[in-house]
Structure formats: C-alpha cells, structure tokens
C-alpha cells in the first residue's frame, strides 16, 4: 500500500524544485526592481547582494511552514490518503499557475496562489467526503476548513494593495519635497536623517519580517519583545551618527548603500517566509508519510491530527532549496520579463508602453484631472510654484548614443520604495496581518511613481491601464487557483491513475510555455519596433528602413498565398489563424509609426533629413499592411457566413495573380535583404504586368456578372480583393520609387 505514497512523495520532490524556479521567476521582482531601475549598484553587484540575502533568509526559514499543514484546513479531518490528494494538487495546479504569468511577464503572488490552491483542494476533498456520508451536510463545510484564515488572507489582500499604494504615494511625495531632484546638494544632516530612518526600518524589518518564527527568533525573542520603541529610537541615532560618519569622512552616497542594505532585506524576508509556498507542501507531506508509517493503520483510516504539531524543518533541505532559489536567480529569462513589467510601469521617462489603455484606466485619468484643476484652485499660486520647483528635473545632458544609460528612476525613488515595503511588511507582521510581499513591493512602487509625477498626459493611460491588468490578474490568481486546485483534487481522488497523467500534462505545458516563451523572445528580437540605444547614422536609417522592407515583403507574400489558398478550399480554421498574423503585422507597424518620435530624437546630426524619408516609408508598408488586412478579413468573413465557393475561373485567376505577386514580392525581399538597391528600376517595372492582369480580372468579373454570374456574395468579395490588391501593390511601388529616389540621393551625396 505504500508503493503508491513514495510515487507521490517523488513527484513532489520534483514539483518542489520546478515550483521554485517557477516562483523566484515571479517573485525576483519584489527585491530587485528598485536597485535594477535605479541603476545604483551594477548589475551583478546587485544580483550577488540578492543571492546572499535569498541563500541566508532560505536557511533562516521554517516558522511559515505550518501555513501549508494547518493554516488553511483543519487536519484531523482528513485521512492520510486524502491529505496526500491535496498536496498533489496543490503542487500540480502551482507551477502550471505560476509558470503562465511568468510566461505573460505578470508579477503575481506566490503566498497567494498556495493559500487558494490550499483551500480550493481541500474543499474539493471536504466536499467529496460530505457527499459520501448522509449524517453530513454543506453546513459542516465549515469544520474541514479554517475559514477564518481565509477570510483574513482575503480581507488582508484588499486592505495591503490600497495601503501600500496610498502611503508609498505620502511617503515619496514628502521625499521629494525634501530632496527634490538635486538630491546630491541637499545638506548633509539631511542625508544622515533620512539614512538613520531608512537603515533603522530596514534593520527592524530583517530582524522582525526575517527572522521571526525561525529558531534563531527565539535567542533574541527577550530582547525584542516588549522594548520595541526604544530598540527602534536607539537604532535610529546609531544609524544616524553612522550615516553621518560615512558621509562626512568616507564621502558615501547615503541612498546607494540604503539601496543595496534594502534589496538584501527584502530578499531574505522573501526566501525566509515564502519559501512555504514552494517546499512547504512537500515538506508536508513528508512528514505526514513518515508518521503514517509508523501508525500501521490504512492510508484511508490515518487520521492526519498529527500535522497540527509543529515540526521543525530539515537544514538540509532548506539549504538544497536556498542553492537553487541562487541559480534560478541568476538564470531565469522569465524573472527578467516580470522584473521590466514592474520597471516599465513605475519608470519617470517616457517610451513605449507595454499595456493598451481601457476605458476604466481613461476614467481614471480624466477624475485625476479634475481633481488636480480642484487642488490648483484651492492652492495659491506661490505654494504650487514652490512645490513644482521641487518636482523640476535636472536636465542631464547626454550625447544621444547614452540616452539608454538613464536610469528608470532615481536613487531617492528608489531608497523610498524599499524603506516603505519593508515598513509595512513589518507592521503587518507584528500585527499578525497576512498578507502578500508582492503586492506591497509592486503597490508601493506604483504610488511612488504616481507621487513622482512619472505618470504624465503621455503616459498615465497607459501607466494606469498596466495596474489595472495587474491588480485584476491578482485576483484572478485567487479564483483560478481556487478551482484549478479543486478539479485537480476531484481527479486524483476520482482515480490514482490520474496523478501520472496530471504530471505528464505539467511537463507538457512547462515544455510548450518555454517553447512558445523562446519563439517570443527570439520573435521580438527580430520584431519591427527596435528601441534605440545607439545613435542611427544614415547609414542606419537605410539598414533598418531595408529591414522592415525585406521582412514586410516576405510575410505578406505567405499571407496572402494563404489567404488564396485556404478561400479556395474554404478553411475557415486557417483562414482564423492567417487573420491574426495579419493583425499582429499591423500592430508591429503601428508600433513602428509610435515609435518615430523616439527614432527621430536618435538621429545623427548628418541624417536628420533622412526622418522624412523614414516617415514616408513608414506609412507605405502601413497601407501596404492594410491592404492584406483588408483582404485576409473580408475573405475570413465571407467564409464564415458561408457563403458560395468562389467559381473555377476566379480561384484561376487569383492563383495567377497570386503567383505574380509572389514573384514580385520575392525580388523586393532579396534585393532589400541584399541591399543590391540598382535592382529597383527592374522592379518597379515588374509591377506594369501585374496591374495589367488585375485590370484584366477585373474585366473578366465584369463580363461574368453579365452572363452567368449569380452571386452578389461573391462578386463582392472579388472585386474587394482585386481592388486591395491593386492598391497592395501601388502602395509596394511608392515605397520602391521613394526608396530609389533617396539611394540615388544618397549616393551623389557620398561621391
């Protein structure tokens, strides 16, 4: 009977490592966005002072492990076997969770996703075992569940996200009011001031965040405990003077080392207490094997009382999860696509935008509007002048090839967003609040960006859109993980045989979300939109104009040859997916045409008339994307109404125009992606025998409708291909006719 026990207890061992790669992907960015956005430390310098603090906060940890063994449900209700249900559930519905927000670049939250798989299983389970006893009802619900814990999580989510965003906005708003932007010619008792408090809070947070609940805690439980003002005022002077000392004889910038000291709090407070939520059920469930053996009672009879004990946890495998939480760190991709979202949202420049705005967020923007023409009014001119002057910022003079090197925020910003993270985090803690270290950390960064005024008429929309997405996604971690977790729990007690199928699918859908997360990444790299960071000569404008070009060529001459092809045979499920690749083609080149502003401002000063020409060529391949856009939809359409098959003679005549087409698009594509740009004149007359032919078919369709067409349907449709067709083309030959235009240009220019 325990054959099947160690299976299970094997595959959660493998869980729990894939759950910690999956969950330090999503949650490197509470510790490192502030030091990666600020640029105040290098790179690596950041990433070896996170590495520590996760590693010493990983051996420290053990207090939170009960979370998983009683926290949520009451285990004496469950037998052994059932309890094992719930681990496996929790564990397979976790990575697969994590792994798609990682996969979309979304901070979640870990601590959350465990809590809701926790209660969504063991309800399902709780469930089951109600329905199988008639001395049962919904109404005893309540004794397999600890539904006060849950109500607390859940309130704790609601009341963290509000309070971190409003007191990180005070907080930075007040900062900035002190420091301003020239913070380096504040006086220094300024500096000292601000690093007594920031070290003091980070301090206070690593001994209470970190180390509470693990047995080193109880050493320094008497000290602590009751004596917690005057522990917090005699660390502020200390640090003070210290910050001071520093300042004065060693010249230290106070910000940087706050910086560095709070990324190191926060990742050890992260490895410390959420590692629950990666190897806590494991460790669970260890445990609840090793006592079940020792019973001799049927796995089905145990019951599993014995998880109310408190059990401390083996050093060894907190050590093994610390050095694989360090490697995750330093090799996660994903970890650097969650780490740009938060950066991306709470960055003080402009640039592009990762989120669309919705008609929520512009509501949003317009009530801020107005509130801030009401705050205009009731403040006197002189007052806002003076607090306007704080928020002015410094312009830095760069040469355009460095622009890249600014940072996402400033050093102040960013010593405010780790002070207050750590702040709240400690006082939820010492209140005994639950709540969620991602969303403080993300919370606070967006109200300090807000305060900031980094959300500007530009970009708040924007800004305020990614939020929004953000925040929803949290909850929706909440609801998914809830029945995710309970259809899962239902199968595995369904049948046994299930667990291997379950895990068959993890590794299925861990394997495709790295494949299409690659086939991204990689997609992205070649994508149209390229954001500058080197200076473009106007050689450079020529490069990557020829680029668009021989890339645009190619993928509309596929996407055309589809759209033929599949109106001929009407296959509706091809015709769907060429639709979408047309759409995501518009969108790159919409994305080119917001990005000119920034291409423009990237120019040399050899080659600035070279933007117009840029421009010029911009809004071609944009008709030109158009054209197929309008072909590929209409067509998709036509079938999906379900109407007539186009006749013989029209699916003829459009494969021969396509086979034109094909040939024209191709010579475009080489000549672009060679550069061999004496070519154009023969292109550009190849486009006379291609207009004949569609000036042709269309005559053809004329005499058609006279004799023995019946179908309006289809005639439509015809002529609408033809028609786009034709300005397809017209579109390619102004874009060839400026291009030659300009490479003649340029080439008597260079002789």
Known sequence: MGDPFILMLVALAALAILDLVVGVSNDAVNFLNSAIGSKAIPIKTIMIIASVGVFFGAITSSGMMEVARKGIFNPNMFMFEEIMYIFMAVMITDILLLDVFNSLGMPTSTTVSIVFELLGSAVAIALIKISANDAQSISDLASYINTQKATEIIFGIVISVVVAFTVGAIVQYFSRIIYSFDFEKRPNYINALFGGFAITAITYFIIIK???????????????????????????????????????????????????????????????????????????????????????????????GVLAKKVPSNVWLLLLAGLIMVITLWTSKKARAVIETGINLSRQGEGQEKFQPNNLSRIVVRLAMVTNQGFNWLVPQNTQAYLNSKFEKPVIKLPKDKTYELPAFD???????????????????????????????????????????????????????????????????????????????????????????????????????????????????????VERAELISINGVIDESSDHIAEVAQRINKLYSNVVNDLATHDLVKLRKTDKHVTKLNDEIDSLKDGVFYFIKSLDETSVQASRFYILILGYLQDVAQSISYISRSTYKHVNNNHKNLKKGQIKDLKHIDNTLSKLLNDISNTFESKSFDNLPQIIEEKKELLKELSASIEKQVERIRTDETSPKNTTLYFGILIETQDLVSGLMSLLETYEEFHVSTKSVNI
């Open 210 to 304: 970190g180390l509470k609940g693990t047995p080193f805690y109880s050493n320094l439980k008497g000290i602590l405990e009751g004596n917690t003002a005057m522990i917090i005022a005699g660390s502020f002077i200390m640090w003070t003077a210290i910050s001071h000392l520093l300042i004065k004889l060693f010249k230290v910038n106070i910000l940087v080392l706050i910086i560095g000291v709070g990324t190191f709090s926060l990742a050890m407070a992260f490895a410390g207490n959420d590692l629950v939520n990666f190897i806590g059920v494991p460790i669970a469930a260890l445990n609840s094997y090793e006592e079940w053996q020792l019973s001799g009672v049927a796995a089905n009879e145990f019951a599993m």
């Open 411 to 529: 050093l102040v910003r960013a010593a405010v967003n780790l002070i207050m993270a750590s702040v709240l985090i400690s006082i939820a803690t010492s209140m005994k609040l639950p709540l969620s270290t991602t969303y403080v950390t993300f919370m606070v960064a967006m109200g300090t960006s807000l305060a900031d005024r980094a959300w500007g008429r530009e970009s708040a929309v924007y800004r305020v859109a990614g939020v929004i997405n953000v925040v929803a996604g949290w909850f929706l971690t909440a609801i998914v993980a809830f029945v995710a977790a309970g259809i899962v729990a239902y199968l595995i007690s369904w049948d046994k045989a299930m667990i291997p199928v379950l895990l068959l699918v993890v590794i299925g859908m861990l394997v495709r979300t790295s494949i299409m997360y690659s086939r991204k990444a990689k997609e992205e790299k070649k994508q149209l939109f």
